[in-house]
């Protein structure tokens, strides 16, 4: 995957706003947030501003992203890649984002298995 992709075509810039738009409306107050494959942490500038935020992705952002309490960079697509981050995070996550990114993973149903254990009680997958 380019580590553009997400500006790449005419129509990107304005359907990623779009779709943050409508995945920070699933978000609640006060939640905590890993962002798989953020990107630029954009989700976060979108966040309510009781929400704490982690992201995940190959590239770290240029600048922080609101929010942001940690960035691990990893190759979302690598075999060991879940398991870096389950040894490095803090808690687990009210919300787990996989935004324009499964398409990206040869077997979905085992990724999701395996962010399972990051997801608190009750949180949410939103993908």
Known sequence: MNE????????????????LKEVATLIPQGASVLDLACGAGYLSNRLPPSCRYWGAD???????????????AVDLTDAGALEYIKNRIPEQFD????IAFLEH???????????LPLL????????
Do not use: M, W
């Not at 040869?106 to 999701?112: A, L, P, Q, V, W």
């Open 4 to 19: 553009n992709q997400e500006n790449q075509g005419l129509f990107s810039p304005y359907l990623r706003k779009k779709r």
């Open 58 to 72: 190959k590239i770290a952002p240029s600048k922080k992203p609101t929010h942001f309490e940690d960035f691990y």
């Open 95 to 98: 919300c787990i984002t996989i």
């Open 105 to 115: 993973i040869k077997d979905c149903s085992s990724f999701i298995l395996n962010i």
């Open 120 to 127: 608190r009680d009750g949180g949410v997958i939103i993908g």
